[in-house]
């Protein structure tokens, strides 16, 4: 049953994030935003949603370990294998905003995310207001750049829709149907996710950082491999890192808000050592686009990307648990 539960969860969080993203994306359009400020912001938000309401969902059920390794697992996921595959199908361009801006402001979080559970066990109220407020200014800053790029590229082609033709409505129907089914697959995953762990007894951790992470980044694994078929990948990597900018900033930052996150000690010495993982798959992409081909993760980048996801997991499993 618990494996139903699991798969329940997966169809809902993709179901809630598809009709989340059209329906923000909707709004967005229909105040006349800039396709590129959509897709750095809006759509990155909305394919964080199924992580922000896993962690709540998991926070609010007593489950930290499940709230962090879900956060944690997903960004090392979007790195290892959303980014992996897709440079795998079609290798994929960096452009210099990501040494310049992107990847500098993920490290930055990420490495704040470190401090912040280093210097103690718990993730309360003021740090969640911090991370917020970091968040807000990174927002204003990438619509400050976003506005005076001339060459704005379209990010969200591959989401085909006619504002003209949309009625209000639909998209609050949209809304409403992505919400529902965000908060109801969270219920089913983190219900059906604990229950499995129970009975192979393996922790909450691991069953978080692999199990819950993969599922709660479908919505980025799909988005991009539509994608790199499509050819529509000029700022797919912007959107990967800022993304992993959300999981952080606003992911942690609203959990912590609603219901500070009490970490056990016993479970602090793995969480910071997931966290080295997932540090070192943000400094690998910076040191892949710096060998032979630069601005270029080619084919074989992408397969050294998920060969080290899989020894990842495969860590996490039989050595860490």
């Known amino acids: 049953m618990n494996i139903v539960f699991v798969l329940l969860g997966l169809t809902l969080l993709v179901i809630g994030g598809e009709f989340l993203v059209r329906s923000s994306v909707a ?4 105040f006349h935003l800039s396709r590129m400020i959509i897709g750095l912001t809006v759509v990155s938000f909305a394919t964080s949603a199924p992580e922000l309401f896993v962690s709540i969902q998991a926070a609010f059920d007593g489950y930290p370990n499940i709230a962090l390794g879900n956060v944690i697992g997903s960004n090392i996921a979007n790195i290892g294998l959303v980014l992996g595959v897709t440079a795998i199908i079609s290798p994929l361009f960096l ?13 930055l979080f990420s490495g704040f995310f470190y401090l912040m ?9 003021a740090e ?9 200014a990174y927002l204003w800053f990438l619509v400050k750049k976003a506005k005076k790029n001339i060459r704005a590229q379209k990010v969200t082609d591959s989401i085909e829709i ?8 639909k998209i609050l129907l949209w809304f409403l149907i992505g919400g529902i089914s965000l ?3 969270s219920e089913l995953l983190v219900a059906g996710a604990v229950g499995i762990a129970h009975f192979f007894e393996v922790s909450n951790r691991v069953i ?12 980025e694994l799909a988005a991009s491999l539509v994608a790199a078929l499509k050819h529509e990948k000029s700022l797919l990597i912007g959107n990967i890192i800022g993304s992993n900018i959300f999981n952080i900033a606003s992911v ?5 808000l609603i219901r500070p996150i009490i970490i056990l000690e016993s479970s602090l010495p793995l969480l910071l050592k997931d966290i080295l993982w997932m540090l070192g798959f943000s400094l690998a992409i910076y040191l892949l686009a710096r060998l032979p081909k630069k601005y270029l993760l080619t084919r074989y980048k992408g397969l050294l990307l998920c060969v080290a996801y899989a020894i990842f997991m495969i860590s996490i499993f039989i050595v860490y648990n």
């Not at 709004?27 to 229909?30: A, D, G, P, Q």
């Not at 452009?95 to 490290?107: E, G």
């Not at 559970?117 to 109220?125: E, V």
């Open 128 to 136: 969640g207001i911090g991370l917020l407020i970091a968040l807000l």
């Open 162 to 169: 006619d504002t003209e033709v949309i009625s209000n409505f």
């Open 183 to 185: 908060w109801g697959g």
């Open 208 to 219: 978080a950082v692999s199990m819950i992470a993969v599922g709660t980044s479908i919505p």
């Open 252 to 256: 942690l930052g609203i959990t912590a």
């Open 95 to 107: 452009d210099r905003d990501f040494y310049k801006f992107n990847w500098p402001v993920m490290m």
């Open 117 to 125: 559970l280093k210097s103690g066990n718990n993730i309360g109220r």
């Open 27 to 30: 709004i967005s359009l229909k």
